[in-house]
């Protein structure tokens, strides 16, 4: 998008660059933007995203009367983000620059977890969470290389993710171990009053998504009383797994 361009006359800038990752893999469908410095003759700005091989070319008509002028390429959505500056004239039209991807500091650049989960015929869906950048590659210790995998064996399986910018992460986990222990926290909300709200949180180990049954009735994480008595909570974790825990509340401890 170009704007406050006064001359007929114009000479092109042409930019071409690359969105890389560490191991030098161009990385696809990026946003990178385009503009003019603060000081500048001209306004201009542009909003482009790179090709499959993470490459991206873009053309500026530059008005005749401008003998020497600035542009900044960067990349859109960056919290913490490289700026590269390009210095053109009549006689220095083309350019070439690198960005390296977003990240923000102390965060890994790609990470993977997986989630395990049940199904109605006994088997096990193994399910790759992902983050990082474009699309991934998937190697599990079973060789499968899709995200998802349906197993039965009850074994330890790991999977090597790796996105398009080389970075790679690597899980496990053991389906072995299908322990699952629920415990009951109690919080009180309202300490100034005898009859005072408690929370009961239900503090599970095992393996998530986990799904929650008290003897109120409720299906959530945690609830909130009032009244004395015994309450208790039964879990189940994403391999079907179930455990139960109960706590006295009486009358002094609200």
Same mark, same amino acid.
């Given at each position: 998008?170009?704007?406050?361009?006064?001359?007929?006359?114009?000479?092109?800038?042409?930019?071409?660059?690359?969105?890389?990752?560490?191991?030098?893999?161009?990385?696809?469908?990026?946003?990178?933007?385009?503009?003019?410095?603060?000081?500048?003759?001209?306004?201009?700005?542009?909003?482009?995203?790179?090709?499959?091989?993470?490459?991206?070319?873009?053309?500026? $008509?530059?008005?005749?009367?401008?003998?020497?002028?600035?542009?900044? /390429?960067?990349?859109?959505?960056?919290?913490?983000?490289?700026?590269?500056?390009?210095?053109f004239?009549?006689?220095?039209?083309?350019?070439? /620059?690198?960005?390296?991807?977003?990240?923000?500091?102390?965060?890994?650049?790609?990470? /993977?977890?997986?989630?395990?989960?049940?199904?109605?015929?006994?088997?096990? %869906?193994?399910?790759?969470? %992902?983050?990082?950048?474009?699309?991934?590659?998937?190697?599990?210790?079973?060789?499968?290389?899709?995200?998802?995998?349906?197993?039965?064996?009850?074994?330890?399986?790991?999977?090597?993710?790796?996105?398009?910018?080389?970075c790679?992460?690597?899980?496990?986990?053991?389906?072995?171990?299908?322990?699952?222990?629920?415990?009951?926290?109690?919080?009180? /909300? $309202?300490?100034?009053?005898?009859?005072?709200?408690?929370?009961?949180?239900?503090?599970?180990?095992?393996?998530?998504?986990?799904?929650?049954?008290?003897?109120?009735?409720?299906?959530?994480?945690s609830?909130?009383?009032?009244?004395?008595?015994?309450?208790?909570?039964?879990i189940? $974790?994403?391999?079907?797994? %179930?455990?139960?825990?109960?706590? $006295?509340i009486?009358?002094?401890?609200?």
């Amino acid at each position: 998008m170009l704007f406050s361009i006064s001359s007929v006359l114009s000479y092109p800038v042409q930019i071409d660059g690359i969105v890389s990752g560490s191991a030098g893999a161009g990385i696809p469908d990026v946003k990178v933007i385009i503009y003019t410095s603060p000081n500048s003759p001209f306004a201009y700005k542009t909003e482009i995203v790179t090709l499959a091989d993470g490459t991206f070319r873009h053309e500026i $008509d530059v008005p005749d009367d401008v003998e020497r002028g600035e542009l900044l /390429v960067s990349l859109a959505d960056c919290t913490f983000g490289q700026i590269k500056r390009i210095v053109f004239n009549r006689n220095k039209t083309s350019h070439d /620059v690198r960005l390296r991807p977003c990240r923000d500091n102390n965060v890994d650049h790609c990470k /993977v977890k997986i989630r395990a989960q049940r199904l109605d015929d006994g088997s096990i %869906t193994l399910i790759a969470q %992902t983050s990082g950048h474009g699309t991934y590659k998937y190697e599990w210790s079973n060789g499968s290389t899709t995200q998802e995998i349906v197993v039965s064996e009850l074994t330890e399986y790991c999977v090597i993710v790796s996105d398009s910018s080389g970075c790679t992460a690597r899980d496990c986990t053991d389906l072995s171990e299908q322990d699952c222990e629920v415990a009951i926290q109690v919080s009180r /909300v $309202d300490a100034s009053v005898l009859q005072g709200t408690v929370v009961l949180h239900a503090r599970t180990t095992g393996r998530p998504p986990f799904t929650y049954l008290w003897s109120t009735g409720d299906t959530t994480k945690s609830i909130r009383i009032s009244e004395p008595g015994r309450y208790c909570v039964t879990i189940s $974790d994403a391999l079907g797994c %179930t455990a139960e825990s109960c706590v $006295d509340i009486d009358p002094f401890e609200q």
